[in-house]
Nanobody
Framework: QVQLVESGGGLVQAGGSMRLSCAAS????????MGWFRQATGKEREFVAH????????RYADSVKGRFTISRDNAKNTVYLQMNRLKPEDTAVYYC???????????????WGQGTQVTVSS
């Protein structure tokens, strides 16, 4: 089993940067694909990025490509989401999640964190 705890959210002005962290407990962290999703008020949860178990492969939603970077440190059981050039439309609750294989759909992720709020002011 994997437990996930996100941190690093808050309020930032448009154009600013923020880094989210997701700390995992459990011995199987390094074997899982890790993903970030977000959910804005009144909208469905959407894929943001994911990274393979060894960090070799990453994938991003078109809306964040070139602005966000996902990375992981298996020695620290932590996955990160560096967010640059933030826009008001990036405002959402951000969740990290773990899956046994790379997938874009929330259904493929077995473990979820509680989420952290990111608010981008204009």
């Amino acid at each position: 089993q994997v437990q996930l705890v996100e941190s690093g959210g808050g309020l930032v002005q448009a154009g600013g940067s923020m880094r989210l962290s997701c700390a995992a407990s459990g011995r199987t962290f390094s074997g899982h694909t890790m993903g970030w999703f977000r959910q804005a008020t009144g909208k469905e949860r959407e894929f943001v990025a994911h990274i393979s178990w060894n960090g070799d492969t990453t994938r991003y939603a078109d809306s964040v490509k070139g602005r966000f970077t996902i990375s992981r440190d298996n020695a620290k059981n932590t996955v990160y989401l560096q967010m640059n050039r933030l826009k008001p439309e990036d405002t959402a609750v951000y969740y990290c999640a773990a899956a046994p294989y790379p997938t874009l759909t929330p259904r493929g992720y077995i473990y979820w964190g509680q989420g952290t709020q990111v608010t981008v002011s204009s």
